[in-house]
């Protein structure tokens, strides 16, 4: 039986390879997204992958959607938690608002949609979750305490359920991606990026998205069954720890 797969913010940036991947690894996916509906449209057009709307933020919502994939596609085996925003600034110039924006959106989120499957995973004794953290939760970043704080949350939240579903043959494991040719990376000033971020990749380069995905199939596979709670960093050799 092919696994079921949900990816959140599958239709745009890292996420859109990851869908993409574990479709072509066999999986039924089900991207969910929260506002860009034109790129999910023409994302579901190209791929044939099931696009779900609701905000990941938002528990009932988060509710409701886990209810309808799982009535079109049946259970999930696979939860992928990749939905993610920034609104960077000093944390001098930050407003509560862009805090409370991106706790909620990248660090809530991962309790929400984790509460939500893992019962299920646990009576059929089989899962795999991965979260899409960030080099900036490891090593922290100025202009991003918001953002840094929600993805360093990531870490301790994946030990955490790790531990508790080990014996219940679900993995839950965690990926820090470096700085990947998206558009939340091309929206860093472009002086910043070219002066400050790119020598420091030792590879040279920005990561692709594709390269992340990888990341995640490997995880995500039925095979994997023995790595549970790991990190693992795939950032260009910019951040070794
Ligand atoms: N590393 C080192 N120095 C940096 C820096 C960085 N990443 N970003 C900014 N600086 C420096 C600037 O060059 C500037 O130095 P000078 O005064 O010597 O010129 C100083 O810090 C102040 O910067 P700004 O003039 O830009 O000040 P600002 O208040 O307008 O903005 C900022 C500050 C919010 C940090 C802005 O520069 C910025 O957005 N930087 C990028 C932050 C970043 O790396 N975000 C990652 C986004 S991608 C992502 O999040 C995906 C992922 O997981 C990796």
Redesign the pocket.
Known sequence: MARVAVVTGGTRGIGHAISIALKNKGCRVAANYAGNDAAARQFQAETGIPIYKWDVGDFAACQEGVTRITRDLGPIDVLVNNA?I?R???LH?MTKDNWDAVIRTNLDSVFNMTRLVIDGMRSRSFGRIVNIS???GRKG????AN?SAA?AGLLGFTKAVAQENAAKGITVNVIA????ATE??Q???K??LE???LPLIPVGRLGTAEEIARCVTFLAADEAGFITGACLDANGGQYMA
Do not use: F, W
């Open positions: 993610g920034t960077d600034g000093m110039r960030s080099i900036n970043q100025m202009g991003q953002y993805k991606p470096g700085y990947i939340m990376v929206a860093v000033p002086d910043v002066t400050k971020i």
